[in-house]
Nanobody, 126 residues
């Protein structure tokens, strides 16, 4: 069983930066994908970014491309989401998730991820 614990969310002004962390425990990853999703109030959970654990190949939602960076620290078993040029529309609860299978390349659907953290709130003020 994989446990995921996110941290780093807080209130930040528009144009600012923030780094989220996700500590992964309970299983040692050698392959597969880790992802970040977000869910704004009253909206569905949406994909933000994903990273292949072994190759570090990353992919992003169009809405965050060029502003957010996902990366991982193999030694610490941590996945990060570096967010820059934040906008009020980035306000949401951000979730870390582990892909169900390494057979899916660059998964983006909620259903493709089987383990989730509790989420961390990011609020961007205008």
């Amino acid at each position: 069983q994989v446990q995921l614990v996110e941290s780093g969310g807080r209130l930040v002004q528009a144009g600012g930066s923030l780094r989220l962390s996700c500590v992964v425990s309970g299983r040692t990853f050698s392959s597969g994908v880790m992802g970040w999703f977000r869910q704004a109030a009253g909206k569905e959970r949406e994909f933000v970014a994903g990273i292949n654990w072994s190759t570090a190949s990353a992919y992003y939602a169009d809405s965050v491309k060029g502003r957010f960076t996902i990366f991982r620290d193999l030694a610490k078993n941590v996945v990060y989401l570096q967010m820059t040029l934040l906008k009020p529309e980035d306000t949401a609860v951000y979730y870390c998730a582990a892909g169900r299978t390494s057979a899916i390349v660059a998964p983006r659907r909620v259903a493709d991820f089987g383990s989730w953290g509790q989420g961390t709130q990011v609020t961007v003020s205008s």
